[in-house]
């Protein structure tokens, strides 16, 4: 299991904290000094069944500094989208918890950190 995090996050220690708890090995991957790859990120999106604004945190100051809150939400606007949270990190949703089954949930939920828990 992988679980990308930003230590400053109160929702990432409490994802970390939650899969502690239930015994499970894990890889902590600090996205922000770490950053996914185009491939990776689209890997995950893939996996998690949500297009980049879905995941994007747009209220965070980098992305009015680097334009994405103004950015279409479309298909033509994708690659953009990724390239754009690739480059500043900080702008993907955290934390995301991809289990051995390769499955993916943003863990700021109890029931999504069940949700991963229990297909482990």
């Known amino acids: ?15 970390t ?3 502690d708890e ?7 991957r600090r996205y ?4 996914p790859t185009v491939n990776e990120l689209e890997a995950v999106l893939d996996r998690l069944r949500l ?7 747009t209220s965070e100051k980098a992305a009015h500094e680097v ?28 934390p995301i918890i991809t289990n051995d089954h390769g499955e993916s949930v943003i863990g700021r939920t109890p ?5 991963v828990l229990g297909q482990r």
Do not use: F
Not at 32 to 35: A, K, Q
Not at 77 to 88: F, L, S, T
């Open 67 to 94: 334009g994405l809150a103004d950015l279409p939400r479309d298909a033509e606007h994708r690659a953009e989208w990724v390239a754009r949270m690739v480059a500043q990190p900080i702008l993907i949703q955290r």
């Open 22 to 28: 239930a015994g499970v090995d894990y890889t902590v």
């Open 17 to 19: 904290a939650a899969l």
């Open 51 to 57: 297009e980049p604004w879905d995941v994007a945190r």
């Open 1 to 15: 299991m992988e679980i990308w995090v930003n230590p400053a996050c109160s929702k990432c220690r409490t994802a």
């Open 111 to 115: 029931e999504a950190l069940q949700q």
């Open 32 to 35: 922000l000094e770490d950053p």
